[in-house]
């Protein structure tokens, strides 16, 4: 989203930006044109049943940001985030049979 906001914010070389915003126009009006020749055969996504549930997975390499951007996506669609590494390391803290297996496995891999 910031990348979007940057170059379509207008600069001295505002080439880049005119060039930005017509693909963007012309990938809406293709879409707009696909979407008009298959409308009947676009589900309906207006009404999402209440016992709809997503599950979403930031993969990446250590330190790029995927804590940092599910972090503020959950807090912006108030929803829980729960991160694998820190369940890894508060059950190796404890000293539970889980932790032991944990342990285990971690010396093993």
């Known amino acids: 989203m910031a990348a979007l906001t940057r170059l379509l914010k207008p ?4 080439s880049t930006s005119f060039l ?3 693909s963007l126009s012309t990938t809406t009006a293709a ?5 008009s020749q298959h409308h009947h055969q676009r589900p309906n ?3 999402p049943k209440p016992s709809r549930n997503f599950q979403w997975v930031f993969l990446g390499c250590p330190g790029v940001g995927k804590g940092t951007y599910a972090s503020r996506l959950s807090v912006l669609l108030g929803v829980p985030h729960i991160a694998t ?3 890894v390391r508060e059950e190796l803290s404890s000293s539970g049979p889980l932790s032991r297996q944990v342990q285990r496995s971690y010396i093993d891999y």
């Open 11 to 14: 600069s001295s070389s505002s």
């Open 20 to 22: 930005f915003k017509r």
């Open 31 to 35: 879409v707009s044109e696909i979407e």
């Open 45 to 47: 996504f207006s009404d």
């Open 85 to 87: 590494g820190d369940l």
